[in-house]
């Protein structure tokens, strides 16, 4: 179910930034999403052939299986910081801790 609903997701509006840096992403769940213990962020990543970068940040309730945020980036550059990263992670209260 996770990959349909993602799918439908990056069919959305995408927000085209020049550079996207890591802190911008935890700086996003912070205002958005309660990251508790019912909610996670998930983040995706994937390189384009053009070199640039999709990134898709959702925020999921794991208490109803829903997605109650979510944004997707297309970015020219990504931080090393955020490049380093896997190709998809979890950002939690840990994260922040």
């Known amino acids: 179910m ?7 997701l990056i069919a959305g509006a995408v927000i085209a930034v ?4 890591y802190k911008d992403i935890l700086n996003w769940f912070h205002n958005r999403v309660p990251l508790d213990k019912d909610h996670v962020g ?7 052939a053009n070199g640039e970068a999709k990134v898709l940040k959702v925020g999921f309730n794991t208490e109803t299986n829903e ?3 979510h944004e997707l980036n297309q ?4 931080d090393d910081e955020l490049e380093s990263k896997p190709n998809s ?3 939690d209260s840990e994260t922040f801790a």
Not at 2 to 8: Q, R
Not at 75 to 78: G, N, Q, S, V
């Open 2 to 8: 996770i990959p349909f609903i993602i799918g439908g």
């Open 75 to 78: 970015a020219k550059e990504l």
């Open 42 to 48: 998930v983040v995706l990543k994937k390189k384009l």
């Open 18 to 21: 020049l550079m996207l840096k």
């Open 67 to 69: 997605v109650e945020e």
């Open 89 to 91: 992670f979890v950002v």
